[in-house]
């Protein structure tokens, strides 16, 4: 379905997970961030790519490599890819298993694949697709090969899998660079003014107050780790959140324990 529609960006939910894709609409070019999920969910992107196209370059810019963000791969053969360095160095077989086993069990046949990355971003910084500058920055923590961007022009902050107003902190890679991240997003917020915060999860934020709110509820959450449940009134309660946030506090206690194992060896 169509969360967004506006002249310069569509942003796309999937029914599953309600997973965002973003297509920015350039004068010279068109810029797609995380094609997902199910085929006819791609096919719907591809189409509206093909209609406004005209002749226009095509960027796809993948946020992380966990299987739900770039699944979509396979249907932009034709596009410049751009992802983090880490991206690229990251062995995603896990991944791809993943879609893998997702297609099995829903009897889907598309192909999988991690796609080759063209534009490789190794720090924070400015690139210019064609006129339009966009500001990446590095944000790992909850996966190593995450990074959000800026889309200079029309003040948008597509975050990768920060800022859901539907779900807490998943910490898949580190709790510490979580926070740092947060915070990067959070300053990026106020020195963008940002007018529009995508989520890789839920709802579109408009009102650059209810951003920091989203950002900084997660920031609180992961510092009261492990000894507390900081839970945002914006996230849900159910079994599934309460396994991922055992899994967190098991995380950051595990970490815990071995800089202190670290520091009695000293």
Not at 159 to 173: A, K, L, M, Q, R
Request: charged share 25%.
């Amino acid at each position: 379905m169509i969360q967004v529609r506006l002249q310069s960006f569509t942003v796309y939910e999937s029914a599953l997970m309600r997973t965002t894709s973003t297509l920015i609409h350039t004068e010279e070019s068109l810029i797609l961030v995380d094609p997902n999920w199910l085929p006819e969910e791609v096919a719907m992107i591809r189409r509206d790519i093909e209609l406004t196209r005209d002749g226009k370059k095509l960027y796809v810019i993948y946020t992380h490599h966990h299987y739900d963000h770039l699944i979509g791969a396979y249907a932009f053969p034709d596009a410049t890819v751009i992802a983090s360095r880490a991206f690229v160095e990251t062995n995603s077989d896990e991944q791809l298993q993943e879609i893998q086993s997702f297609y099995e069990q829903n009897y889907i046949d598309r192909p999988i694949q991690k796609p080759n990355v063209d534009l490789i971003i190794a720090e924070d910084g400015t690139l210019e697709l064609g006129a339009t500058p966009i500001t990446f920055y590095l944000t790992p923590g909850h996966d190593s090969t995450h990074l959000s961007l800026v889309v200079e022009p029309l003040k948008l902050l597509i975050c990768g899998d920060y800022g859901s107003n539907i779900e807490p902190p998943f910490i898949e890679h580190d709790a510490e660079a979580y926070v740092n991240s947060l915070q990067t997003l959070q300053t990026a917020v106020y020195e963008h003014e940002i007018r529009w915060l995508v989520p890789g999860h839920g709802d579109v934020c408009d009102d650059r107050s209810k951003m920091i709110e989203r950002l900084s509820a997660a920031e609180e959450y992961i510092l009261a780790l492990p000894e507390e449940r900081v839970w945002s009134p914006l996230w849900p309660r159910h079994a599934f959140f309460d396994r991922v946030h055992e899994r967190n506090r098991k995380y950051v206690e595990q970490k815990m324990q071995e800089r202190e194992a670290r520091r009695q060896d000293y």
